[in-house]
């Protein structure tokens, strides 16, 4: 990948109609900052930012899809939906030059490499870009939002409490997202699970992943998603939790939630429907989970966006 340090303006053709947008951008600290945007219009929308080379970016996509653009966007990497991006290249500044599509909701963590050393100190040997042998190299790295994720940065973005504890809340709020990105196996971790190398097997388990959230009402029992899938049920086990980082129904409760709090707030169904839908037959027992999750009931959840 070749990230140059050259002016990242608009130059194609087809791009010269995209209307530039603006982050809105909260401090957790010096060096740490977490920026917000989304495009609820029906064009594109470019967002630029001078970063210089001594942050670490972590890019986000909830909703939509988004395009980070280099060497004037000679070089495009996708951020698709529900996936996010990591990008440090030490030798060279890495100016944000993001195209955001219709509809598209994104997330932007950027931290000072001196920050982030001394909030994973101990952990940095874990972290493959931190390894000795990397510190020099230029690092990207996609992956997939979790359930878990998703939740955090749907409460950053949705943020709705006293203007005033805005960076209290996210400062909080993107801690919690950085254990949860960091705590989802880092390549390093392949070498100590050799079942993440074998290519069939992690197809296995993203099939698995495909399965409960199709019939996340009714979900298969574990011995019958193995058989389904055609794989162990050890394996199965052991496969969901390094590539999600959580049990496989620890994964459904947590898209459940974030399904039912989506439909909550679009309004076209009640309570009870939305417990329906997603699989809880009585009003008592979603409203339990729902609580458990989000720390308020669905009628209070609901209260407190209007």
């Not at 995209?18 to 929308?45: C, H, K, R, W, Y």
């Not at 209290?168 to 919690?176: D, Q, T, W």
């Not at 392949?190 to 409960?212: G, R, S």
């Not at 709090?261 to 417990?275: A, D, F, P, W, Y």
Request: with cysteine; aromatic share 12%; glycine share 4%.
């Amino acid at each position: 990948m070749n990230l140059n340090k050259e002016n990242l303006s608009v130059s194609n053709s087809n791009e010269k109609n995209v209307a530039t947008g603006t982050f809105l951008e909260t401090s957790i600290e010096p060096g740490f900052f977490v920026m917000t945007f989304q495009n609820e219009t029906d064009a594109p929308q470019l967002l630029e930012k001078a970063i210089d080379n001594s942050f670490i970016q972590l890019h986000f996509c909830l909703k939509g899809s988004t395009q980070f653009c280099f060497n004037n966007n000679t070089y495009t990497l996708d951020i698709p939906e529900e996936n996010s991006l990591l990008l440090y290249n030490p030798q060279r500044d890495l100016p944000i030059h993001m195209i955001v599509q219709p509809k598209t909701w994104v997330v932007s963590v950027l931290i000072s490499i001196k920050k982030f050393h001394a909030l994973f100190s101990h952990e940095a040997n874990y972290i493959t870009f931190l390894k000795d042998d990397n510190k020099q190299k230029k690092y990207y790295k996609d992956g997939y939002i979790s359930p878990s994720m998703a939740i955090v940065l749907n409460q950053i973005i949705n943020y709705n409490l006293n203007s005033n504890l805005r960076e209290l809340y996210c400062k909080a709020k993107v801690y919690e997202l950085l254990s949860l990105y960091f705590n989802r196996g880092e390549d390093a971790n392949v070498e100590q699970c050799p079942f993440l190398a074998d290519e069939a097997n992690v197809i296995k388990i993203k099939q698995a992943k495909d399965i409960i959230i199709q019939r996340m009402a009714e979900p298969p029992t574990l011995t019958e998603l193995a058989a389904e899938i055609d794989i162990s049920l050890k394996k199965l086990k052991e496969g969901f939790k390094q590539i999600y980082g959580t049990t496989v129904y620890g994964f459904l409760f947590d898209y459940k939630m974030e399904v039912a709090r989506k439909l909550l707030e679009s309004g076209t169904n009640n309570v009870n429907e939305v417990g329906l839908k997603v699989g809880y037959s009585t009003a008592s027992h979603f409203i339990s989970a729902f609580k458990k999750q989000y720390g308020t009931t669905p009628k209070k959840y609901i209260q407190s966006l209007n």
